[in-house]
């Protein structure tokens, strides 16, 4: 079993920052990407960055140059920092990890955080 628990979102006035943290925990052979997608009321769910091994960082066009994805390899973890906050970053916030359970060979499955909530708002 593998779970990702996510913790940091909150309401923050817009300009303000968060912090978004996942920790991923179980039978974990080996973790090939972790990031962040949202979704808003009434809409789909969109990518906002990823970090695979390298490191090599991705980022949605919408949070370029505000919000800094990181990982920590031995906690199995994932940051998101998230300054600059806007109105229209409100949303649910999940994490998700594709990663090689172990007794799974090379197969590999993608895992999700059960969401943490982000309000920008004043």
């Known amino acids: 079993q593998v779970q990702l628990v996510e913790s940091g979102g909150g309401l923050v006035q817009p300009g303000g920052s968060l912090r978004l943290a996942c920790a991923a925990s179980?039978?974990?052979?080996?973790?090939?990407?972790m990031g962040w997608y949202r979704q808003a009321p009434g809409k789909q769910r969109e990518l906002v960055a990823t970090?695979?091994?390298?490191?090599?960082?991705n980022y949605s066009d919408s949070v370029k140059d505000r919000f800094t994805i990181s990982r920590d390899n031995s906690k199995n973890a994932v940051y998101l920092q998230m300054d600059s906050l806007k109105p229209e970053d409100t949303a649910d916030y999940y994490c998700?990890?594709?990663?090689?359970?172990?007794?799974?060979?090379?197969?590999?499955?993608?895992?999700w955080g059960q969401g943490t909530q982000v309000t920008v708002s004043s």
């Open positions: 179980g039978s974990i052979f080996t973790i090939h990407v």
């Open positions: 998700y990890a594709q990663l090689q359970p172990t007794n799974w060979g090379p197969r590999t499955f993608r895992y």
């Open positions: 970090v695979s091994n390298g490191p090599i960082t």
